[in-house]
């Protein structure tokens, strides 16, 4: 990522889930209403004009062009999480957001509400959610606590306890989207910070591009075109996992591996008919702590 910035990957994102929740009820497939309020005015512009259906299929189209399966990927993994994730929140005491970018779900998801949320994400990217969340008046009322931190560099642990973070409760993870953006480093330190500081049962849900979309041995529909997408705007891929690998990677560092899916084959059929384009070299993964 760029110093000082705040992430575009993340404000793409928010306008791929901004641009799904504007088909709107029944039509939506992540159902993301609070994303538009999270956008640069650059793409705020874009979000609100495709409340027009003509608009917005123009510029689905361009981005499906521009990224191959990129969109659709974004919308499908987010709406797979949130439904997985659901399903347990009765059981947490507190829910943690990796590299949280511009995820509403501590707002949007009823379950999560009553929860401490803690959002670690870039300084940059923070501090640009916070304007946010200020400008639609969302900023206090519920207990969303923000921990600015550098992955790899600064001690994340350290900044979660200060926090408030309770090691004892049951935890739920989500570090979405973030992984590809980092070193092998940066992950395995992460991946052992998160063991250390888990409860047995916690779970942790997170997303990993297959290392054959990085050293092209793998061909993927959308794979070149997204890559020089995300290194021209400053944040090229850097890491992958084998899909072969995920299990002893995890069971090695006190995990237990529960599910491993690629984003097209969790998301086909969400979209109801439309058949949006998803990518295969995108995987969702819930681990537990063992
Ligand atoms: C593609 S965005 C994903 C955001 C959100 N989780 C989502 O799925 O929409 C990547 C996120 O990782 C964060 N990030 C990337 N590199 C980071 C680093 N070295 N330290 C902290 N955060 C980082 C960015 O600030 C951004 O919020």
């Known amino acids: 990522m760029r110093e000082n910035t705040s992430s575009r990957t993340a404000s793409q994102n928010a306008l791929f889930r901004a641009l799904d929740a504007r088909r709107g009820q029944g039509h939506t497939v992540a159902g993301d209403t609070l994303a538009e309020r999270f956008l640069p005015a650059e793409f705020r512009i874009v979000s609100v004009a495709s409340a027009v259906p003509p608009v917005r299929s123009a510029v689905e189209h361009f981005i499906d062009w521009r990224w191959p399966c990129a969109r659709g990927g974004v919308v499908a993994r987010t709406r797979v999480i949130d439904d997985a994730v659901t399903a347990l929140l009765a059981e947490a005491s507190q829910v943690v957001l990796l590299g949280a970018g511009f995820d509403s779900r501590a707002y949007r998801l009823p379950g999560m509400r009553t929860l401490p949320v ?110 020089r997408a995300v290194s021209h705007v400053g944040e090229p891929f850097t890491f992958g996992f084998e899909p072969s690998e995920i299990m002893a990677y995890l069971s090695e560092r006190g995990f237990e591996k529960i599910w491993d899916t690629s984003v097209a084959d969790a998301g086909s059929g969400l979209d109801k008919g439309r058949h949006t384009r998803l990518p295969a070299y995108y995987h969702l993964v819930e681990a537990r702590r063992s």
């Open 118 to 227: 803690f959002e670690v994400d870039h300084p940059a990217t923070q501090a640009a959610k916070r304007r946010g969340l200020r400008r639609a008046g969302m900023l206090d009322g519920q207990d969303v606590r923000f921990v600015p931190v550098l992955f790899g560099i600064d001690d994340a642990g350290a900044a979660l306890k200060a926090a408030g973070f309770d090691p004892e409760r049951r935890t739920l993870v989500i570090w979405e989207g973030v992984t590809n953006y980092l070193s092998a480093d940066a992950v395995d330190q992460t991946f052992r910070l998160l063991a250390r500081m888990l409860s047995a049962g916690s779970s942790v849900f997170f997303t990993y591009v297959h290392r054959g979309m990085l050293d092209g041995t793998t061909d993927f529909e959308g794979a070149s075109t997204t890559m």
